[in-house]
């Protein structure tokens, strides 16, 4: 099937600062059709456990918006 919803004005990644995270944030922002409907256009918020993993995620996109916070509070 190759009707796909257009990508929504905002994304959120839980658990950014780990391995698949760190790798989907990377996918987000490359035009490889190969990657399939990933790349996103607008804002990224990136929710990570502690502040020491910001760093971490910020290396990989720039532009994210990053929280920390515990997904389960």
């Given amino acids: ?5 257009p990508p929504a004005p905002i994304t959120i ?3 950014g600062a780990g391995w ?3 790798a989907f944030l ?3 922002t490359r035009d490889d059709p190969g990657l399939g ?3 996103r256009d ?5 929710l ?4 020491a993993d910001v760093d971490a995620v ?6 994210a918006r990053v929280f920390v916070a515990d997904i389960a509070d």
Avoid: H
């Fill in 37 to 39: 409907p990933v790349q």
């Fill in 58 to 63: 910020l290396q990989v996109l720039p532009t």
């Fill in 13 to 15: 990644l839980t658990g």
């Fill in 20 to 22: 698949f995270g760190r």
């Fill in 26 to 28: 990377s996918a987000l």
């Fill in 48 to 51: 990570v456990a502690a502040a």
């Fill in 42 to 46: 607008g804002e990224i918020r990136v």
């Fill in 1 to 5: 099937m190759s009707d796909w919803l």
